[in-house]
């Protein structure tokens, strides 16, 4: 008698690309048909989601397991020798070993069109309509007012030394901008440590607009603006924060650890008085990524910022 077939775990992989959720593809081999997700080898004396989480990592991808959705297309896909778990993506550009293990994340409407087998395409779907829902943490019974308040007049301050025009900063602004920046960073990381990020659920949108501004100008200290980032790309996914916000607080962080950004957000002023992104990871692709995350054109970003300086 022929040993039972052990089940292969593998997980599939999605995150929130700017407004739309995509599954992660590893690049198949020559003449080989595409397959969504990982396959993960269950090494001895670890759990299917450990060997599924290690899978992820090894493809160089953060993942955080979600719960199964109860779909019978599960139970399909068990009884045909697999096991799948459900991981998702926070910061979708920010990956290890990527030359070893290259792919693409892909839109729901590449799979309707590939030749995926017709319950596993079924499968990746149905998990597109409902990831959103299982990422979505319990919001609190109601909106905390007075934090909302106190993130409002913080970011006033904030505004009101950096929008001085230049011709008027003088070196007392100049150190009254350095406190306020401090003030504001180690106020935040109290509220951090207390409430979680503070995302729109809780304070509301432009309350959590203003912890993004916060969190975007803590460069002083940045292994907190690189928490700041790892919270707020979550609140991303959970729909909980602005995805732009996300993505400037991205590039910033990238460009503080001397990392090429994603989106060309952060600008460096030329010997000529003119602006240029500081370098980016594949400038050609910059058009697409920026109109998927809410932005304008780049060369428009471009004079709007160089407008208002």
Not at 80 to 93: E, L, N, W, Y
Not at 108 to 132: C, I, K, N, W, Y
Request: with cysteine.
């Amino acid at each position: 008698m022929s040993a039972p077939e052990v089940p292969v775990p593998t997980i599939l992989l999605f995150t929130r690309w700017g407004t739309q959720w995509r599954t992660w593809c590893p690049q198949p081999a020559r003449d080989r048909p595409l397959v969504p997700g990982v396959r993960c080898e269950n090494r001895a004396g670890a759990s299917t989601a450990q060997a599924a989480l290690r899978a992820a990592e090894e493809h160089g991808h953060h993942a955080r397991l979600l719960p199964q959705p109860p779909a019978a297309d599960f139970a399909l896909a068990a009884s045909a020798g697999r096991t799948h778990h459900i991981g998702v993506v926070d910061r979708p550009f920010t990956r290890t070993g990527c030359d070893q293990n290259p792919g693409r994340w892909l839109p729901p409407e590449a799979l309707e069109e590939s030749a995926l087998p017709g319950h596993l395409r079924t499968l990746l779907l149905e998990v597109f309509d409902t990831v959103a829902d299982a990422v979505r943490p319990p919001g609190p019974s109601k909106q905390d007012a007075a934090l909302r308040r106190e993130l409002l007049d913080r970011q006033a301050r904030d505004q009101a030394v950096r929008l001085t025009p230049q011709g008027d900063r003088t070196e007392e602004l100049y150190e009254e901008w350095r406190a306020v920046d401090r003030g504001n960073t180690a106020w935040l990381r109290r509220v951090i440590a207390k409430h979680g990020w503070p995302g729109r659920t809780l304070v509301g949108k432009e309350a959590a607009g203003a912890a993004w501004l916060l969190a975007q100008h803590a460069d002083r200290s940045s292994a907190f603006q690189e928490e700041c980032l790892d919270l707020l790309a979550r609140a991303v996914t959970a729909g909980d924060a602005d995805a732009r916000h996300g993505a400037l607080l991205e590039d910033r962080v990238r460009v503080n650890l001397g990392q090429p950004q994603v989106f060309g957000t952060q600008l460096a002023q030329q010997d000529d008085g003119t602006l240029k992104p500081f370098p980016m990871i594949d400038p050609p692709g910059v058009e697409e990524r920026r109109i998927a995350w809410g932005f304008e054109p780049l060369a428009d970003y471009i004079r709007s910022v160089a407008a208002h300086q």
